[in-house]
């Protein structure tokens, strides 16, 4: 769904070497962020990978993205929903 509505919620890109991690639902860590729409902690992103076109998770930030940035250390957004889950395969209804 995510697919057909990109711009459905705020952004957020995290290097290629948390792919892996993102798909099986772990933690993202704040080090493995690299850009970020300005956001509060509780509300929803899009979590894209560098140099890929498609979302791969939804998540929730676990504090203020200014903050992530700050620090830069830490776990700062949970996976809600991710590429390999039930729900991924739903198609656009048109």
Not at 14 to 22: E, P, R
Not at 70 to 93: F, Q, S, Y
């Amino acid at each position: 769904l995510l697919h057909c509505l990109p711009d459905l919620l705020p952004k957020c890109h995290v290097d290629s070497g948390a792919i892996k991690h993102v798909i099986s639902g772990a933690v993202i860590m704040a080090p493995g962020i690299y850009q970020m729409d300005t956001v509060k902690a509780g509300d929803a992103v899009t979590i894209f990978a560098e140099d890929h076109q498609y979302a791969l998770a939804i998540g929730v930030l676990l504090k203020d993205s200014d903050d992530i940035f700050a620090d830069k250390k830490g776990p700062a957004i949970e996976v809600v929903h991710r590429l390999t889950d039930g729900l991924w395969p739903m198609t656009c209804l048109t």
